[in-house]
């Protein structure tokens, strides 16, 4: 990653956590919650009886494994993201809600290979793993993303707790990265080392491919004024 991402992550999570603070100083309902997002708070406010608009900010880190042609790779994955919403009930007295909005995101994965029985997989071929010797595949969700959903909640039918839902999707094309260490890169060789590169980040884009349609399943509870 670039010097400039570490200044680029503290102003999008800031960025994000102002939007809710913001919103929240005017906020009729404030509400937590919990999801594919990870856990996360945020505030609402109606309109009129068919138009209403949220925002919230969510985070999580998670560790979990991933292989990527043929190699397997240790993953820190963390989820930092907020959003701003608009919400359109369509029927009097359900809280029933169709959302539309954009969503603010930091999310990274971040892999370092770990060898399988002592060695590496490239170009369908095996290598010894010596010390020092390893690949690091990265990913990153564009800073901005669409959001549309379905969801419960932030109706303005009565003071007190309430229970809110969100089922929908973001959609954005992940930037991805594929290095090698310098012990690797050396062994390998400056030719060698471009078509293993190469290689790498092809399989790793066609994995993240996958997921470039981000689905948001948030349930919670709030409280209105």
Same mark, same amino acid.
């Given at each position: 990653m670039s010097g400039e991402a570490?200044? /680029?992550?503290?102003?999008?999570?800031?960025?994000?956590?102002?939007?809710?603070?913001?919103? $929240?100083a005017h906020a009729q309902e404030i509400y937590l919650q919990g999801g594919t997002q990870g856990v996360g708070i945020g505030a609402a406010v109606s309109f009129n009886s068919m138009l209403g608009a949220h925002a919230d900010f969510n985070a999580i880190n998670l560790t979990h494994d991933f292989t990527v042609a043929g190699n397997r790779y240790q993953d820190d994955l963390k989820l930092r993201q907020g959003g701003i919403y608009a919400d359109i009930f369509p029927w009097r007295g359900s809280g029933f809600r169709a959302t539309l909005g954009l969503r603010f995101n930091d999310d990274e994965l971040h892999g370092v290979s770990v060898p399988t029985n002592g060695t590496y997989v490239f170009g369908g071929k095996r290598y010894p793993a010596l010390p020092g010797m390893y690949a690091v595949a990265q990913a990153r969700y564009p800073t901005v993303m669409?959001?549309?959903?379905?969801?419960?909640?932030?109706?303005?039918? $009565? /003071?007190?707790?309430?229970?809110?839902a969100d089922i929908g999707v973001a959609y954005g094309i992940p930037k991805c990265s594929y290095t090698l260490s310098p012990e690797l890169a050396a062994a390998a060789g400056p030719? /060698?080392?471009?078509?293993?590169?190469?290689?790498?980040?092809?399989?790793?884009?066609? =994995? =993240?491919?996958?997921?470039r349609w981000y689905p948001v399943l948030q349930i919670g509870i709030s409280y209105r004024f």
């Open positions: 570490p200044v /680029k992550t503290i102003v999008n999570q800031w960025a994000a956590v102002a939007v809710v603070f913001a919103a $929240s669409p959001y549309v959903g379905i969801g419960y909640g932030h109706r303005p039918a $009565s /003071k007190g707790l309430g229970f809110v030719a /060698k080392s471009q078509v293993l590169v190469a290689s790498g980040l092809d399989s790793l884009r066609q =994995m =993240m491919s996958r997921y």
